[in-house]
């Protein structure tokens, strides 16, 4: 099976919340045609999972999986800044709060107390089995916040 994994950090904790509400999902103009090539070569192969976390967290808030290619020419009014265009359906794996530092290792990062963890906006692909790594301790995690939780 052909599994792409990619890392999506939004600028906007917002913009998660949309996402969970309307199933759908953009990136920058860059990464929607990063992530329409990994749709479209997998090509029922296998899915596209996208963990997510926003700018400035600290921690990842969940998983979804890609269901459609990217419609570059669609426009929604939905998210916290006009200026994204495109969109593509998601569907929400997992909605749960785990520290970005709970999942250094396996992402291979390095941080420290006084250099944070950077994770840039472009989604960024990686490896299966760090992705499979993940999934386990995002499924096992034990967390006392949600994302949802104002």
């Not at 949309?18 to 999902?25: A, D, G, L, N, T």
């Not at 941080?111 to 994770?119: G, H």
């Amino acid at each position: 099976m052909h599994v792409s994994l990619y890392i999506i950090k939004s600028y906007s904790e917002d913009d998660i919340h949309r996402s969970i509400k309307y199933e759908i999902w953009c990136s920058t103009e860059h990464g929607n045609k990063r992530l329409d090539a990994a749709f479209r070569e997998r090509d029922g192969k296998g899915p596209v999972y996208l963990y997510f976390s926003f700018k400035g967290s600290g921690h990842f808030c969940g998983m979804a999986e890609m269901s459609l290619a990217v419609d570059m020419s669609s426009t929604l009014s939905v998210w916290s800044q006009e200026k994204w265009r495109g969109q593509f359906t998601v569907k929400w794996i997992y909605v749960k709060i785990v520290p970005s530092a709970a999942l250094c290792f396996t992402f291979g990062w390095k941080t420290t107390r006084t250099s944070p963890l950077q994770i840039h906006a472009i989604p960024k692909r990686f490896p299966l089995k760090r992705g499979r790594q993940v999934l386990k301790i995002l499924h096992s995690y034990r967390h006392a916040t949600s994302i949802f939780v104002f």
